[in-house]
């Protein structure tokens, strides 16, 4: 998960944007979001995201990113504005889950087309308010064992959880699942 201030200057960093992105929170606190994992290639679409934000709305689709080293990947984005009482941004919280599997990658596309932020309608397979729940700690970053810990549960129920929320949703790993349920707006994040 990553925050950002109305101008796009990092704000939060937490450890999975570090894993995802390579560059450490205290590397990315204080920089503009763009130079830390926008590519060339995908400065337009960048634009066309700030300013959806910029009006209040909500942005979520596939983007092209990169990483500290330079390494391209495709990633599902969800980007939702801060708003305050009055109703002016104040910051924009993001979360961005690698598309490793080109398949997977191209599923993705054709659920929300193209890279547009309408979301798809499409349901699973009901899942449960827990699976749910675990989803959408995972898709937050937390680890198995954050997740047991937070929620009261040991880590076997939570892998429990984990891998029938995936039997479900038809998906081979985690990250696969939470990109699902994202898409299938089964969670919120």
Known sequence: MIATDPDGVVT?????????????REEAIGRHIGELTVPDSSRRTAEDIMAAIQRG????????????????????????????????????????????DPDLAQAVRSLIGDGNHSGSQRRTR?????????????????????????????????????RNAREKLGASTRVEAVTMALIAREIQV
């Not at 939060?12 to 944007?17: D, F």
């Not at 983007?63 to 801060?82: E, H, N």
């Not at 749910?132 to 129920?157: H, Y």
């Open 57 to 100: 709305e909500p942005w979520e689709g596939t983007f092209r990113l990169r990483r500290k080293d330079g390494s391209l990947f495709t990633a599902y984005v969800k980007d939702s504005p801060i708003l305050d009482g009055a109703d002016r941004l104040v910051g924009v919280v993001g979360v961005s889950i690698e598309i490793g």
């Open 126 to 162: 009901n899942l449960s308010p827990r699976e749910r729940e675990v989803l959408a700690l995972l898709a937050r970053g937390l680890t198995g064992e954050q997740i047991a810990e937070r929620l009261v549960l040991s880590p076997e129920t939570v892998r429990t959880h984990i």
């Open 12 to 24: 939060t960093w937490n450890s999975r944007a570090e894993v995802l992105y390579g560059w450490t």
